[in-house]
Antibody, heavy 113, light 111 residues
Framework: QVQLVQSGAEVKKPGASVKVSCKAS????????ISWVRQAPGQGLEWMGW????????NYAQKLQGRVTMTTDTSTSTAYMELRSLRSDDTAVYYC??????WGQGTLVTVSS | QPVLTQSSSASASLGSSVKLTCTLS???????IAWHQQQPGKAPRYLMK???????NKGSGVPDRFSGSSSGADRYLTISNLQSEDEADYYC?????????FGGGTKLTVL
């Protein structure tokens, strides 16, 4: 069965960077794109972008262009999302998702001085 | 880029039925959507993909009480025989070649 296991919670200071991982199992990793979605406290779901696990092509939400980078490591079936120049409004739970049908458990990123 | 509109809240009694609506923006009425359920404190869970024809394909383990239907630009999620565990936020989602977009979500309260 498809499983996505994400890295643990992070606390960062404003201006820092964070890198969240998402380890996939139960399917051929390179067969599907992986999307990243975030959810600020008490708010709805916000799509951040996707990466092709086959060729590394990416597409990012316009509001995050220049601050976000998504990568994959096919040798370990792991996807990564790095967000730079963190601000307080980046505090959120970050999710990875494959095919839109399977979700990771979420990673809480708290940005606070 | 499509926009999805959902009511912010809904409520219904235990054992009854409720129909949640997700409306696609003008020019996007033929789009396929997905419904996701998010129980308090949990990750979203995929429920189904729903086409403009009304045909839907549910995820593994989704109870028969959940069904989908469509009319024009509207996509519906119907939950029958409401249970307490159905109290959750429900999000619709759609996509095109480059982006994915979520509706604002509907908070369902089971009375």
């Amino acid at each position: 069965q498809v499983q996505l296991v994400q890295s643990g919670a992070e606390v960062k200071k404003p201006g820092a960077s964070v890198k969240v991982s998402c380890k996939a199992s139960g399917y051929t990793f390179t067969s599907y794109d992986i999307s990243w979605v975030r959810q600020a406290p008490g708010q709805g779901l916000e799509w951040m972008g996707w990466i092709s696990a086959n060729n590394g092509n990416t597409n990012y939400a316009q509001k995050l262009q220049g601050r976000v980078t998504m990568t994959t490591d096919t040798s370990t079936s792991t996807a990564y999302m790095e967000l730079r120049s963190l601000r307080s409004d980046d505090t959120a739970v970050y999710y990875c998702s494959v095919r839109g049908t399977h979700w990771g458990q979420g990673t809480l990123v708290t940005v606070s001085s | 880029q499509p926009v999805l509109t959902q009511s912010s809240s809904a409520s219904a009694s235990l054992g009854s039925s409720v129909k949640l609506t997700c409306t696609l923006s003008s020019g996007h009425s033929g789009y396929i959507i997905a419904w996701h359920q998010q129980q308090p404190g949990k990750a979203p869970r995929y429920l189904m993909k729903l086409e403009g024809s009304g045909s839907y394909n549910k995820g593994s383990g989704v109870p028969d009480r959940f069904s989908g239907s469509s009319s024009g630009a509207d996509r519906y999620l119907t939950i029958s025989n409401l249970q307490s565990e159905d109290e959750a936020d429900y999000y619709c989602e759609t996509w095109d070649s480059n982006t994915r977009v979520f509706g604002g979500g509907t908070k369902l309260t089971v009375l």
